[in-house]
């Protein structure tokens, strides 16, 4: 059997050492684990842009796979912590929305709430719940743990979900609106393309032809694309659209084409 995959995604940064106790704490409970940061970097608290983060690189995991996700402005408060099933992989952290983007897919969902003790640290920190009880319940199912041990069962409608927005019928066109912004300043919608049909999306007063590239425009011209997740961008080549257009979460983005998609 191949050594059992771990991700990271936290708000922990790499100064503190947060991020590093985290997974000494995997490596103590299994030695060949393999770790892979999808990202410390998370603005602090940001559990939309965390939800969004594992949305899109989730999928790209195999089977067995454990997200440990630890983005919990609400640490030692009486929010629960999971462990779900969500198809064939794994997910561990607070329920505080942060799962929204995952849960938000045609694949079968196990919850269960954290509250088995025995397999946390024997000392737990009531703002520390990710390296005393979030990452030792990890490695725990990593380790090929059965889920039903980390505790009682929930109801998966019972979790709660981020208010995330969905593209809105306006007479011959669909309205949505920028949901993320990464770090390259893209815009990030919530429209996705309609296949094989022409497009023209609107944006600030500004109509543009949906293209294939980046390399599609000149340097420093406002380009729409279909980005790696699917959904449409608002990008400038070379430089950071948001900053180009003053703009973040919530612009109004509207695409037009004979067969409009959500």
Do not use: C
């Not at 025995?118 to 990890?138: E, K, M, N, Q, T």
């Not at 300043?185 to 996705?192: I, M, R």
């Not at 699917?230 to 257009?245: C, K, Q, T």
């Amino acid at each position: 059997m191949s050594a059992p995959i771990i991700t990271l995604s936290t708000d922990f940064g790499t100064t503190d050492g947060y991020a590093g106790a985290l997974k000494g704490v995997l490596l103590d409970r299994i030695p060949d684990v393999r770790l892979v940061d999808l990202s410390h970097d998370l603005a602090p608290g940001d559990v939309a842009v965390a939800s969004h983060l594992l949305a899109r690189a989730a999928p790209s995991f195999p089977a067995g796979t454990v997200h440990l996700a630890v983005v919990d402005p609400g640490v030692g408060t009486a929010r629960r912590g999971l462990g779900l099933r969500i198809g064939t992989q794994l997910f561990v952290g607070p329920d505080n929305g942060l799962f929204s983007g995952v849960l938000d897919t045609a694949e079968p969902v196990t919850a269960h709430a954290l509250e088995n003790p025995s397999l946390w640290l024997p000392s737990v920190s009531p703002v520390f719940h990710g390296r005393d009880v979030f990452a030792p319940v990890a490695a725990f199912l990593a380790r090929g743990g059965a889920l039903a041990t980390v505790g009682p069962a929930v109801d998966p409608h019972s979790l709660v979900r981020l208010a995330i927005p969905s593209p809105t019928r306006a007479g011959d066109a669909l309205r949505g609106e920028v949901v993320h912004v990464d770090r390259f300043g893209n815009l990030v919608t919530n429209l996705t393309a309609p296949k094989g049909a022409p497009a023209t999306v609107e944006v600030s007063g500004r109509t543009l032809p949906l293209s294939r590239t980046y390399g599609d425009v000149a340097s420093g011209a406002l380009v729409a694309v279909v980005g790696s997740s699917g959904r449409i961008e608002i990008s400038v080549r070379d430089r950071s659209a948001a900053a180009h257009l003053g703009a973040g979460a919530g612009l109004v983005v509207t695409l037009r084409s004979p067969r409009e998609s959500v």
